[in-house]
């Protein structure tokens, strides 16, 4: 590990999984994912047996960030002040309330004051 440590948006993982080379700088840094992130990667109807444990081995690499009063009551400031969806105000909220840099690709995340952000670009 680098020593790095991000809060990793599903998409990250996803691409991961995918191989793509656009995260493959952050590969060997620490992850940590949100029970959201969690539930995204494992809860897709139709998934097989062996997505699921390929899945469920790269989420064994990450720290599983629980839901807390704190991020959840930050997540509700959120959804009240920007125009987030609910498993995004979650992931957003953790990140802020870890003072982790929030690892994704998703640009939506870019309007939240005093998130940290790095904006990756699959390739």
């Given at each position: 590990?680098?020593?790095?440590?991000?809060?990793?948006?599903?998409?990250?993982?996803?691409?991961?999984?995918s191989g793509n080379e656009g995260?493959?700088?952050?590969?060997?840094?620490?992850?940590?994912?949100?029970?959201?992130?969690?539930?995204?990667?494992?809860?897709?109807?139709?998934?097989?047996?062996?997505?699921?444990?390929?899945?469920?081995?790269?989420?064994?690499?990450c720290t599983i960030v629980s839901?807390?009063?704190?991020?959840?009551?930050?997540?509700?400031?959120?959804?009240?002040?920007?125009?987030?969806?609910?498993?995004?105000?979650?992931?957003?909220?953790?990140?802020?309330?870890?003072?982790?840099?929030?690892?994704?690709?998703?640009?939506?995340?870019?309007?939240?004051?005093?998130?940290?952000?790095?904006?990756?670009?699959?390739?």
């Amino acid at each position: 590990m680098n020593g790095n440590k991000y809060l990793a948006d599903t998409n990250i993982l996803l691409y991961i999984i995918s191989g793509n080379e656009g995260v493959a700088e952050y590969i060997n840094d620490e992850f940590y994912i949100s029970e959201v992130t969690e539930i995204e990667l494992l809860g897709n109807k139709g998934i097989t047996e062996l997505q699921l444990k390929y899945r469920s081995a790269i989420i064994e690499n990450c720290t599983i960030v629980s839901l807390s009063e704190n991020i959840k009551q930050l997540a509700i400031h959120l959804k009240q002040n920007y125009t987030l969806k609910i498993p995004d105000a979650i992931i957003a909220a953790t990140s802020i309330y870890l003072n982790f840099p929030l690892l994704t690709a998703d640009k939506d995340f870019k309007k939240v004051k005093g998130l940290s952000l790095v904006l990756i670009r699959p390739l």
